[in-house]
């Protein structure tokens, strides 16, 4: 059983900075795949970065320049840096699990079926 817990949402300023975890426990040998997703009230959940085995990542334009996604050495935990923030970065952050990403699926909800309870990020004007 794989379970992901996500932390470190706030709320800043606009240009502010936040960094985002999610821990992962359970077995995790096989799985490759780790995104942070959000999704803003009335919005559709959204890609926002993507980061695999050996360290690629991938981001959304939206947030390209600004958020760093990395792990740690033992691959349990994945962070996401965000810089510069910005109103619009509003939104519930999740992060998301599974075997197998490409540059097709990575940013599609439908895709993972491992799921943190979110973070809370608000960026105030």
């Known amino acids: 059983h794989v379970k992901l817990t996500e932390s470190g949402g706030a709320t800043v300023q606009s240009g502010g900075s936040l960094n985002l975890s999610c821990a992962t426990s359970g077995d995790m040998e096989h799985f490759y795949c780790m995104t942070w997703f959000r999704q803003a009230p009335g919005k559709e959940r959204e890609g926002v970065a993507w980061i695999d085995s050996d360290g690629g990542s991938t981001y959304a334009d939206s947030v390209k320049g600004r958020f760093t996604i990395s792990q740690d050495n033992t691959k349990t935990t994945v962070y996401l840096q965000m810089n510069s923030l910005k109103p619009e970065d509003t939104a519930m952050y999740y992060c998301?699990?599974?075997?197998?990403?490409?540059?097709?699926?990575?940013?599609?909800?439908?895709?993972?079926?491992?799921w943190g309870q979110g973070t809370q990020v608000t960026v105030s004007s």
């Open positions: 998301a699990l599974e075997l197998y990403c490409d540059d097709d699926v990575w940013s599609r909800p439908g895709h993972f079926g491992y």
